[in-house]
């Protein structure tokens, strides 16, 4: 089983959990749906049509793409594997459309808050879905 993190910033801030969090009912139950199929895979089976490795050239880091379809748009949240391979620790959000992704810089901003999670200037922390803090309430 692997557990699905998410980058928090230093003030505590998670994008990620805000774009859920705003979503539409649709989006958190396909997001839901897809995160809950593969953290019960193990890294290999992040494969398509689920999820896909981005590939961009020699030296790239390894990032995922976790993807679905949410609102007639291509849903392409962005992360890593911690060293531990149990661990996927989302980055960003983003979007495909015509065959890119948006934010167009998305590995800079990846690259740049992988970095800070890395250094230990910020931990992840565990990405939280709708139903998981209705049991807190």
């Not at 895979?41 to 993807?67: S, V």
């Not at 690259?111 to 309430?137: H, M, W």
Request: proline share 4%; glycine share 8%.
């Amino acid at each position: 089983m692997i557990t699905l993190n998410q980058f928090v910033d230093q003030k505590g801030s998670s994008p990620i959990q805000e774009h859920y969090d705003d979503g539409t009912v649709e989006l958190r139950t396909t997001f839901d749906v897809a995160t809950n199929y593969l953290v019960a895979q193990t890294r290999g089976e992040w494969r398509r049509p689920n999820a896909a490795k981005l590939m961009l050239g020699k030296g790239f880091r390894d990032y995922f793409e976790i993807r679905f379809m949410s609102g007639k748009l291509q849903q392409r949240p962005i992360g890593y594997f911690h060293p531990d391979d149990k661990t996927f620790v989302l980055l960003l959000w983003a979007t495909e459309k015509g065959g890119s992704l948006d934010p167009a810089k998305w590995k800079a901003i990846a690259d740049k808050r992988r970095g800070l999670i890395e250094s230990g200037t910020v931990c992840p922390k565990i990405f939280r879905r709708e139903y998981d803090q209705d049991e807190n309430a």
